[in-house]
């Protein structure tokens, strides 16, 4: 057997188009154009870079990006008092502070602070209670992004038996509270998981969070399972170049998988594609407009 690759580009560029088309759409009718706000503390190349293609995303959306770059020492104070200007302008739909930031800033203090009806990358407290009561909430981008591919493969993920590896507010969390919502059967497992190969080997579903290279082996893989990797490691490579790797081993899981995301071309692109769906549902929800189902 060999995998179906799931082209995690392919479907962020219908997404990307998709939201065009309502930016567009609400604009004309509304004269609303959805605004998006994003904070970068500091010179993470990383950072900057992924920085970088949303603002272009957002562009290219229809959309009004609001950009701030702040030096390295800038202070939490600061930091707050940027996101409450951020909060009360009115031009301004989604707010995303760029993670990781300087260790002088705490990281949490500066997410509850943001207006959580702005909070387009899902991380707010009250937007993850309303995701875990089935409420409806903005939520995070990347999980939103794994429940496209995985239904891009499946249609509906009703039944489905769904292994999560990982469980970081970020992504695992998030992740199965949006599985219970597709009706999916969810398991959430980690690295102190007993039989962690055994797990892996009943989903029909496996999506792997945990951070470490190449950590889920194709033995692990019950054949035809849909495996989508969100991990993004950097190791060594040949002539002393260093490569990305997700956290399944693709060499092996290929052989074994129904459908596999690739990495790098899979979960990525989602992410972006994502928040600009979450940009345009907030700009929606603060207007009192019908929020588009995209």
Same mark, same amino acid.
């Given at each position: 057997?060999?995998?179906?690759?799931?082209?995690?580009?392919?479907?962020?560029?219908?997404?990307?188009?998709?939201?065009?088309?309502?930016?567009?759409?609400? $604009?004309?009718?509304?004269? +609303?154009?959805?605004?998006? *706000? =994003? !904070?970068?503390?500091?010179? @993470?190349?990383?950072? &900057?870079?992924?920085?970088?293609?949303?603002?272009?995303?957002?562009?290219?959306?229809?959309?009004?990006?609001?950009?701030?770059?702040?030096?390295?020492?800038?202070?939490?104070?600061?930091?707050?008092?940027?996101?409450?200007?951020?909060?009360?302008?009115?031009?301004?739909?989604?707010?995303?502070?760029?993670?990781?930031?300087?260790?002088?800033?705490?990281?949490?203090?500066?997410?509850?602070?943001?207006?959580?009806?702005?909070?387009?990358?899902?991380?707010?407290?009250?937007?993850?209670?309303?995701?875990?009561?089935?409420?409806?909430?903005?939520?995070?981008?990347?999980?939103?992004?794994?429940?496209?591919?995985?239904? $891009?493969?499946?249609?509906? +993920?009703?039944?489905?038996? *769904? =292994? !999560?590896?990982?469980?970081? @507010?970020?992504?695992? &969390?998030?992740?199965?509270?949006?599985?219970?919502?597709?009706?999916?059967?969810?398991?959430?497992?980690?690295?102190?998981?007993?039989?962690?190969?055994?797990?892996?080997?009943?989903?029909?579903?496996?999506?792997?969070?945990?951070?470490?290279?190449?950590?889920?082996?194709?033995?692990?893989?019950?054949?035809?399972?849909?495996?989508?990797?969100?991990?993004?490691?950097?190791?060594?490579?040949?002539?002393?170049?260093?490569?990305?790797?997700?956290?399944?081993?693709?060499?092996?899981?290929?052989?074994?998988?129904?459908?596999?995301?690739?990495?790098?071309?899979?979960?990525?692109?989602?992410?972006?594609?994502?928040?600009?769906?979450?940009?345009?549902?907030?700009?929606?929800?603060? *207007?009192?407009?019908?929020?588009?189902?995209?």
């Amino acid at each position: 057997m060999t995998a179906r690759i799931i082209d995690g580009k392919a479907t962020a560029a219908d997404l990307r188009a998709a939201v065009a088309v309502e930016a567009r759409r609400i $604009a004309a009718a509304h004269g +609303l154009v959805p605004g998006l *706000a =994003v !904070v970068l503390v500091g010179d @993470n190349a990383a950072s &900057k870079a992924y920085v970088g293609s949303k603002s272009r995303a957002v562009v290219e959306a229809g959309m009004r990006p609001f950009d701030f770059h702040l030096p390295v020492a800038t202070s939490a104070n600061e930091l707050l008092g940027l996101i409450g200007e951020l909060n009360n302008d009115a031009a301004v739909h989604g707010i995303l502070v760029q993670l990781p930031l300087p260790s002088q800033i705490d990281a949490a203090r500066i997410i509850t602070n943001i207006d959580p009806a702005k909070d387009v990358d899902g991380f707010h407290p009250l937007n993850a209670g309303r995701l875990a009561s089935g409420l409806p909430a903005l939520a995070p981008c990347t999980p939103v992004g794994c429940i496209k591919l995985a239904k $891009a493969v499946h249609g509906s +993920l009703s039944g489905l038996d *769904a =292994v !999560v590896i990982g469980r970081s @507010n970020i992504v695992g &969390k998030p992740l199965a509270q949006l599985l219970l919502g597709e009706n999916a059967t969810v398991t959430i497992a980690h690295s102190r998981t007993r039989d962690l190969a055994g797990l892996c080997a009943r989903a029909d579903l496996l999506f792997a969070a945990i951070g470490r290279p190449e950590f889920i082996r194709g033995g692990w893989i019950r054949p035809g399972a849909t495996v989508i990797d969100v991990g993004i490691n950097r190791v060594a490579g040949d002539g002393g170049k260093s490569r990305i790797v997700g956290d399944v081993c693709f060499a092996e899981a290929v052989a074994v998988a129904g459908a596999i995301t690739p990495v790098p071309g899979g979960v990525g692109p989602m992410t972006i594609a994502c928040l600009l769906v979450n940009t345009l549902r907030a700009a929606c929800m603060q *207007a009192g407009l019908p929020v588009p189902e995209i």
